[in-house]
């Protein structure tokens, strides 16, 4: 072959090359600018009625007006989160099928259970919804205003106070075991079914304490059923704004957060991951939205995949230790 035809196959390849890429570029910006093209399945790990699933409805109902797409919630309880987490996680990663994930289920189910049949690396971020602080909250014939006191009265006593919670491994239960490490005290864990009925026994005496979310306390705060001492969110909730953290009130560090966060299947389009994070940003700032998830007691953030990703990682080692250190187990 002489070697002026050579190079004119030398630019034909190239050339071809180019328009390959060009192509698939093309098709990926096609299959973005598509997307969503059918319902979209948001998965919740938790029963209806609950601080995730609510947060879920909310959410979507505000997507399904910016995309197009109706957005279906799922409700898929059971195994701490496990059980749905392990669905998405196996799902086509075209973005038509989320996860409404939390801490439990990204950052202390592989600590707490024996198998878990997935890895936090099983799913792409799109962006942390929001935070939820747990607030610790006595019975008001507990002999202590404050925080210091409570503490006071937990040394004077070892074991005599008893704190509720969810169930074994639940946020509740988790904030009580960091207390504990952090204050140097032992209370006595009690295990519930669910978070009304440890609030109820905490309202009723038959429990001196619990850790339980900002959202279902606030009017039993306000009604004096039960009294506040503290927040566990590294600065203070905008639901109950007078009340200090625990940072500030001496235990400094300290962070019992309870989160949710939109996640996909990993190997999900960037492209779709970018028009899910945009759409979800849209979502956040809206008035309406904004307003019913501060109802619920979520501050809400509204960051980048990179971000929450980053957010992730740094929560697994901690309360990975604080599972080691509790000696909770489900399994």
């Keep these: 072959m002489k070697i002026r035809e050579r190079d004119v196959l030398k630019k034909i390849s190239v050339c071809f090359a180019g328009i390959a890429t060009a192509l698939v570029l093309t098709i990926a910006h096609a299959q973005a600018q598509a997307y969503p093209s059918r319902p979209v399945t948001l998965v919740v790990a938790f029963t209806p009625g609950g601080p995730s699933d609510v947060l879920a409805r909310v959410l979507g109902k505000k997507l399904q007006e910016i995309l197009g797409q109706p957005f279906i919630i799922e409700n898929r309880p059971g195994a701490g989160g496990n059980i749905a987490a392990e669905q998405v996680a196996n799902a086509a990663p075209d973005g038509h099928t989320l996860l409404m994930g ?9 600590a707490l259970y024996k198998k878990v049949n997935y890895v936090p690396e099983d799913f792409m971020p799109v962006s942390l919804i929001g935070t939820q602080a747990n607030i610790l909250v006595v019975n008001p014939n507990v002999p202590a205003n404050t925080m210091a006191e409570l503490i006071a009265l937990a040394k004077k006593s070892p074991g005599h106070l008893n704190f509720a919670s969810s169930g074994h491994g639940a946020a509740a239960h988790l904030s009580g075991e960091l207390f504990k490490a952090e204050a140097k005290v ?5 295990a519930y079914k669910g978070a009304a009925p440890a609030l109820q026994d905490v309202i009723a005496g038959h429990v001196q304490m619990m850790f ?3 959202a279902s306390v606030v009017g039993h705060i306000r009604a004096n059923r039960v009294r506040a001492l503290a927040v566990t969110t590294p600065k203070r909730t905008a639901v109950l704004p007078d009340i200090a953290t625990v940072d500030e009130l001496g235990i400094k560090g300290f962070d019992a957060t309870t989160w949710h ?16 994070h945009d759409a979800t940003v849209r979502a956040l700032n809206d008035p309406a939205t904004r307003k019913a998830l501060m109802d619920l007691g979520v501050d809400i953030v509204g960051n980048t995949p990179k971000e929450f990703e980053a957010y992730i990682k740094a929560e697994i080692p901690k309360w990975t230790q604080v599972v080691k250190t509790s000696g909770a187990r489900v399994d």
């Design 212 to 214: 339980a979310t900002a």
């Design 261 to 276: 966060g939109l996640v996909a299947p990993a190997g999900t389009p960037r492209e779709t991951i970018g028009v899910l």
């Design 102 to 110: 939390n801490n439990s289920i990204l950052a202390t189910n592989a």
């Design 186 to 190: 032992e209370i006595v864990h009690v």
